[in-house]
């Protein structure tokens, strides 16, 4: 089972800020299939990068997301107040279980 | 393309229980249906789907002896029945969905919106 280690686990910024947050995978996400995903409090998680780099339909451009094998980030270039949230990386590349990271916390500052 | 979940269900310790998942707008067989659940202040959880690889089901490990999928394609319906519940069970659960059947790896660009379960004596 691949374990995904997301860093930090909370951020207290403000809007308008840059932030990049961390997914470390046990062992390589074949094909780079590593998604993100973003939960507000009341709703269903909400995907935004697939393909590890790939934005998901109707995701604003300020998300963006890299990184390959064991080590992947997502960055948000510019926080909107919409973007205080709960992150979650997973990976649906290798055998399953299709694991998911347990949370990077944005709150404002 | 929405995915609408059956209601809301409180349950004695060791019942069982059935959530729906009903596909609107698309035919069921253009999605891989998964169901994923999250405890009270948890991350997600991914407890079953199916392997791209063969199109068959798989479980999570922990699930896999009381974890049922099933499907009624006349009804463009997923179903998910979990028995033997226990408290740690509370959760909400979801119905998620890859684009382009069980034969498609992917991410989860739909998903349902969540089905309260409550485990309780």
């Known amino acids: 089972e691949i374990v995904l280690t997301q860093s930090p686990g909370t951020l207290f910024l403000s809007p308008g800020e840059r932030v990049t947050l961390s997914c470390r995978a046990s062992q390589s996400v074949s094909s780079n299939y590593l998604a993100w995903y973003q939960q507000r409090p009341g709703q269903a998680p909400r995907l935004l990068i697939n393909g590890a780099s790939r934005r998901a339909t109707g995701v604003p451009d300020r998300f963006s997301g890299s990184g390959s094998g064991t080590d992947f980030t997502l960055t948000i270039s510019r926080l909107e107040p919409e973007d205080f949230a709960v992150y979650y990386c997973q990976q649906y590349g290798n055998s399953p279980p299709y694991t998911f990271g347990q949370g990077t916390k944005l709150e404002i500052k | 393309v929405q995915l609408i979940q059956s209601g809301a269900e409180v349950k004695k310790p060791g019942a069982s229980l059935k959530v729906s998942c009903k596909v609107s707008?698309?035919?069921?067989?253009?999605?891989?249906i998964h169901w994923v659940r999250q405890a009270p202040g948890k991350g997600p959880e991914w407890m079953g789907g199916f392997a791209p690889e063969d199109g068959e089901s798989v479980y999570a490990l922990k699930f896999q002896d009381k974890l049922a999928m099933t499907e009624d394609l006349s009804i463009n319906t997923a179903h998910m029945e979990l028995s033997r519940l226990k408290s740690d069970d509370t959760a909400v659960y979801y119905c998620a969905a890859v684009v382009g059947g069980r034969y498609s790896p992917g991410a989860y660009e739909y998903w349902g919106q969540g089905t309260l379960v409550t485990v309780s004596s």
């Open positions: 707008g698309y035919s069921l067989m253009e999605f891989s």
